[in-house]
């Protein structure tokens, strides 16, 4: 979407008849705009989501060796680990905050329906 605004910033198209086909608003667009202005093309290209860092290999393998030790080792009362207790290990011990929906697709869990 950016990159369809930047194209329309160099026909010379107007902020608000941009924002409106596009359907964002005029101050993103405007901040699209300035991002142009500054550095091009280039400049409205995704860099992906700022707040999701991956984790490593290496921080994988650390989680992976955390969880076997078992939730009693986190002063958990059961031996079930739940995707909030992976998520406190993963806090804890690599010291990234995630949501649950990321620790989710992090441990890859297969679907809990057989028809899913």
Known sequence: MRLQAGQRFAAGEKTAV???NLRVSVRSVE???RAWREGGMEALRSAGPANNPTV???QFA???EELGKGPSA???DD???TLA???TVTRRRLRMSRPVTTVWRLLEVPPVCGRC
């Open 18 to 20: 941009i924002a409106k």
């Open 31 to 33: 901040r699209w705009r």
């Open 56 to 58: 490593t290999d290496e």
């Open 62 to 64: 650390v989680l992976e």
């Open 74 to 76: 986190y002063g958990f």
């Open 79 to 81: 031996d079930r680990w």
């Open 85 to 87: 207790r992976v998520q």
